[in-house]
Nanobody, 121 residues
Framework: QVQLVESGGGLVQPGGSLRLSCAASGAVASINGMYWYRQAPGKQRELVAGITSGGRINYTDSVQGRFTISRDNAKNTVYLQMNSLKPEDTAVYYC???????????????WGQGTQVTVSS
């Protein structure tokens, strides 16, 4: 099995910063890409940022310039550095990984449990 464990969420004031972490563990053979999604109450889940195994990075327009996604391949971990946080960033943030398990041919999507980020004064 593959597990994605997220951490780093919490309460922060507008303009503050948080760093989210997501570590993949278990029978991981390789990771093709890792992504951060978020979902606010009553809203659809949206893609926030992603990074591929080749280093290609994408951000949604609303966070570009404020958020930075990075990875530590040795630790099978992806990070989301969130700066200049706004109340609109409040959501549950989910880690998603396109991961190939040991003994499998193809990559499949795995999801973390989510971590709450609340931006409020």
């Amino acid at each position: 099995q593959v597990q994605l464990v997220e951490s780093g969420g919490g309460l922060v004031q507008p303009g503050g910063s948080l760093r989210l972490s997501c570590a993949a563990s278990g029978a991981v053979a390789s990771i093709n890409g890792m992504y951060w999604y978020r979902q606010a109450p009553g809203k659809q889940r949206e893609l926030v940022a992603g990074i591929t195994s080749g280093g290609r990075i994408n951000y949604t327009d609303s966070v570009q310039g404020r958020f930075t996604i990075s990875r530590d391949n040795a630790k099978n971990t992806v990070y989301l550095q969130m700066n200049s946080l706004k109340p609109e960033d409040t959501a549950v943030y989910y880690c998603n990984g396109r991961i190939r398990r040991l003994g499998q041919l193809y990559f499949y999507d795995y999801w973390g449990q989510g971590t709450q980020v609340t931006v409020s004064s």
